[in-house]
């Protein structure tokens, strides 16, 4: 079933028009990457569906089209966006913004297990939990902006350059985190990221994106096999 489809999606900064043609779907409890050059229009992408950039074209969630709707609203249907930068309140300490993430729930005993669920997940959290995120590093950081987003019971996880300003080794960290918590919630992905290496861990097909446009769609194994793809993204 799919869960997620932009149909020739187009968007704009003022005069500047960023996406002409964005086609892309997500399958229930899929993953699926977004590759392209940095201006390449992957970010808009994720704002886009997110709502905190007007689009045109049509945006279906669970077959209903949501463009027009308002960040809140979009979250309220079950998409959560990771933006890139992270976003953390850094003056709330890590279990404060857990519970934020949290803000739309009303059931306490599955809040507390998600956190127990997000802290098993990600131990660096348990260590810091008291600790406010301003305190931790770019890592822990980006952990907890996942844990965060995932408190909200999302359907759908927006993920916008999760590897950005990391260490490789902290960035695989992260990525073999949200790999698991791929495989024991069933959260569909749509994941935007530069380092496609990682990106080919998580997700089963990507799509890439060219000045604003879809321009090749394929699984990661089609990807993969495909010279221009191991030239430009893969280092081959």
């Known amino acids: 079933m799919t869960l997620l489809e932009l149909e020739s999606v187009t968007a704009s900064y003022g005069p500047v028009q960023v996406l002409d043609g964005v086609s892309l779907s997500v399958p ?17 992408t994720l704002r886009s569906i997110s709502g905190t950039v007007r689009a045109g074209g049509r945006i279906l969630f669970e077959g209903k089209d949501i463009r027009g709707k308002r960040p809140e609203q979009v979250a309220a249907l079950g998409i959560a966006h990771v933006p890139e930068g992270r976003g953390s309140f850094g003056a709330l300490t890590v ?22 669920f997000l802290l098993d997940l990600f131990p660096n959290l348990k260590e810091r939990y008291k600790s406010n995120a301003s305190a931790l590093s770019g ?10 987003a995932v408190m909200a019971k999302p359907r759908l996880l927006l993920l916008d350059e999760a590897s950005l300003g990391l260490a490789p080794s902290t960035a695989k960290v992260v990525y073999d985190a949200i790999a698991r918590l791929r495989r024991e ?27 604003g446009r ?4 394929g699984t990661t194994a089609e990807l993969k096999g ?10 081959g």
């Open 28 to 44: 229930e409890g899929g993953a699926v990457g977004i590759l392209g050059a940095n201006g390449a229009g992957k970010t808009t």
């Open 95 to 116: 279990r404060e913004n857990l519970r934020v993430g949290a803000y739309l729930r009303r059931d306490r005993k599955g809040i507390a297990a998600d956190i127990e």
């Open 139 to 148: 890592g822990e950081q980006q952990m907890l902006a996942v844990g965060r």
């Open 185 to 211: 919630s069933g959260i569909a992905m749509l994941v935007v990221e530069q380092n496609a290496n990682l990106a080919f861990r998580l997700v089963d097909s990507a799509t890439v994106l060219e000045t």
């Open 214 to 217: 879809s321009v090749l769609s």
């Open 226 to 235: 495909m010279d221009e793809i191991r030239r430009a993204y893969l280092g």
